[in-house]
Nanobody, 122 residues
């Protein structure tokens, strides 16, 4: 079984930055692809970013491209989402997820974290 725990959410003003972290336990983290998703109130969950096992391949939603950066430290079993130039429309619960093979924004993920709230004030 895999456990994913997100951290780093909070309240920030528009234009500010936050860095989310997701720490995994229970599996060989370095073998797996990771993704970030978000869900705003009243909206469906949407893809944000994905990263392959080595960090050499990433994919981003058009809405965050150029502002968000996904990275990972396999030695710490942790994946990060650096979020810059935040906008009120980035307000959502952010989830990390894990799957065996990298497929960018496509495909299903096998394990999910509980989520962390990000609120961007205008």
């Amino acid at each position: 079984q895999v456990q994913l725990v997100e951290s780093g959410g909070g309240l920030v003003q528009a234009g500010g930055s936050l860095r989310l972290a997701c720490t995994a336990s229970g599996r060989t983290f370095s073998s797996y692809a990771m993704g970030w998703f978000r869900q705003a109130p009243g909206k469906e969950r949407e893809f944000v970013a994905a990263i392959n096992w080595s960090g050499s391949s990433t994919d981003y939603a058009d809405s965050v491209k150029g502002r968000f950066t996904c990275s990972r430290e396999n030695a710490k079993n942790t994946v990060y989402l650096q979020m810059n130039s935040l906008k009120p429309e980035d307000t959502a619960v952010y989830y990390c997820a894990l799957r065996r093979y990298y497929s960018g924004r496509y495909g299903n993920y096998d394990y999910w974290g509980q989520g962390t709230q990000v609120t961007v004030s205008s």
